[in-house]
């Protein structure tokens, strides 16, 4: 136990505990409710970021969470501050994204009681939080502060909520309080089971057609070098789900490509055809397994996943390892056996990359392609910027065209597929690595759900350049229109627009609209170059879909779309 200082409040002590997690910034939004934390943060030594929308901070904290490995923080009020932050917390929740996120509430008389500006906190996101906590005495600050990180941070990482009422931010600190975390129910497996990494070792060394899946976890683990040595060392191609871009370099001979619904074709025919498929850190979610009973008919499945829940849960499997992927590729590389022969496999998945690459109509100099507008980022960036997306065709566009080169490069919304998440996430990106290149892409439709976080760029010093791909309408919605209700582009077309380009210098922010075809690779290399932030609105085809596409419920081997080079 520890002496309280008499002169703290609930307030101050909160800050202190978080400096001794090292936190280096939080993001938020003050409101009537947190005051007191707000006023103790004045003088509280960690820098604040001041969203224009809970759900602006939420991603932000996502945003800087994903770049970085380190929990992300925030601070909302009660009531509809906590409310707006429900969606941030649900989409690191589906991405396993290490958040601590503080919501006032109404003080302790008033809960339960119908109060102004009151909701059930712990009722609203005890279904997207790894844990929830209410403040009931300020002394149990420090130790459910402390229990947060540590729950957000290990294991399958995730949100956790804290619910701190007014009256506990207020009140001074009388008595021994502890700080010390004691968690005998959570205890996350890290370290494999040998005889089941012995068991993967034996079906790899019988394999003709191994693949590996990496996803997220892989990311999570910080385990891309072991994958990568890993799959030189057998000979085994590797296919990235969307979160798992970056875990190998787009250009290594053993990438395959993504797989599921806007996955290479070689990539799922890889996926169909393998005899052993190795799944580190992936769910086997419905974009990358919209039929499970079809998926990988032939395989003996893996799978390696730090959440045991998720093993089994949508594919059968043979082999389950429930271990943190780095501790499961280390054990791997220690248990020797005769690597497989996978030379004619390989030469025919590198056959199939030359035959069926991504592909659009590169002849056409009538309009601007959004494919051709994301290959020029990835030349004028080397490949080598963090690329943040909203959600939305242009997240599957850049999936797809933009060069991945390393681990925590990809930032964006993948399970909960969060549109508006792309602006603030791009903001806490660049304030959690400073140092590198950030590039944003965004739609339309995204880009006008939380547009007002521009506001942050010049106020906190951030430099990012933003595209907008413009094709004046909610295109992925359009696509399935077209494709399965019979062309009915109902609500999915943009009528009227603002001028976007005003929009930024409103914010003082560069702007610039780009149409030409022609001058297009001359114009985005001359705002690249140049210091500060910019957004870049580029009218791009009003008809373009995502190519090659699985129809929902079809197999991975079930393309539409698929050209033949």
């Known amino acids: 136990m520890i002496e309280a200082t008499k002169s703290e409040n609930g307030s ?86 290490p958040l601590v996120v503080f919501t006032g509430q109404v003080a302790t008389p008033g809960i339960g009681k119908d109060a102004f500006q009151e909701a059930d906190v712990m009722g609203l996101t005890m279904p997207i939080t790894k844990n929830n906590y209410q403040v009931r005495d300020s002394k149990d600050l420090p130790r459910m502060i402390n229990e947060a990180f540590q729950i957000a941070t290990t294991g399958r990482k995730g949100p956790v909520v804290i619910d701190l009422p007014k009256d506990i931010s207020l009140v001074k600190i009388s008595e021994k309080y502890q700080e010390t975390v004691d968690l005998p129910s959570y205890q996350p497996t890290v370290e494999p089971n040998t005889l089941q990494i012995q068991k993967m070792m034996t079906a790899l060394a019988a394999a003709k057609k191994p693949v590996i899946l990496a996803g997220a976890g892989v990311i999570h683990g910080e385990a891309s070098t072991e994958l990568l040595v890993f799959a030189e060392k057998y000979n085994v191609p590797i296919v990235n789900t969307l979160l798992g871009l970056g875990t190998i370099s ?33 769910r086997f979610d419905d974009r990358l397994a919209s039929a499970p009973k079809d998926f990988a008919p032939n395989a003996t499945i893996v799978h390696i996943d730090i959440d045991p829940a998720e093993i089994g849960k949508v594919i059968e499997t043979a082999i389950p390892i429930v271990a943190d992927a780095k501790a499961a590729l280390k054990k791997a590389l220690n248990t020797p056996i005769t690597p497989p022969d996978t030379q004619e496999w390989r030469q025919q998945n590198k056959a199939r990359k030359a035959q069926y690459p991504f592909s659009y109509d590169r002849e056409n100099t009538d309009e601007i392609k959004p494919q051709k507008v994301i290959e020029i980022i990835g030349k004028l960036t080397n490949g080598e910027a963090i690329i943040v997306t909203d959600v939305g065709q242009h997240q599957m566009w850049t999936a797809q065209f933009y060069p991945f080169r390393y681990a925590h490069q990809l930032v964006t919304s993948g399970g909960l597929g969060t549109m508006g998440y792309g602006i603030p996430a791009g903001i806490g990106a660049k304030l959690g690595a400073p140092e590198k290149e950030v590039v944003v892409i965004v739609g339309d439709g995204g880009f006008q759900m939380t547009n007002q976080e521009l506001a942050i760029l010049n106020e906190y010093g951030v430099d990012l350049k933003i595209i907008i791909l413009n094709n004046q309408s909610l295109g992925m919605v359009r696509q399935w229109q ?64 995502v190519l090659p596409m699985i129809a929902p419920g079809s197999p991975n081997d079930q393309m539409i779309g698929v050209v033949n080079r």
């Open 482 to 545: 077209e494709k399965f209700h019979n062309e009915r582009r109902s609500e999915s077309v943009f009528r009227t627009q603002p001028d976007f380009v005003k929009m930024a210098e409103a914010y003082q922010i560069k702007g610039s609209r780009l149409a030409n075809p022609a001058t297009l690779e001359q114009e985005l290399t001359t705002i690249f170059a140049e210091k500060g932030p910019a957004l870049i609105e580029v009218l791009v085809s009003t008809t373009e879909h």
């Open 12 to 97: 101050q002590l909160l800050l202190r505990t978080l400096k001794k997690q090292g936190v280096e910034m939080i993001f938020g939004y003050p409101g009537g409710a947190v005051l007191p934390l707000y006023d103790a943060l004045y003088d509280g030594g960690i820098p604040h970021i001041l969203a224009r929308h809970e759900q602006g901070a939420l991603h932000a904290a996502e945003g800087y969470a994903k770049v970085t490995g380190k929990p992300g923080v925030v601070i909302v009020t009660s009531g509809p501050g906590a409310t707006n932050a429900i969606t941030g917390i649900a989409d690191a929740m589906s991405d396993s994204l």
């Open 250 to 282: 787009s250009v290594h001979e053993l990438f395959l490509g993504m797989g599921g619904m806007h996955g290479s074709y070689t990539a799922n025919m890889a996926l169909t055809e393998c005899d052993l498929l190795l799944n580190i850190g992936s």
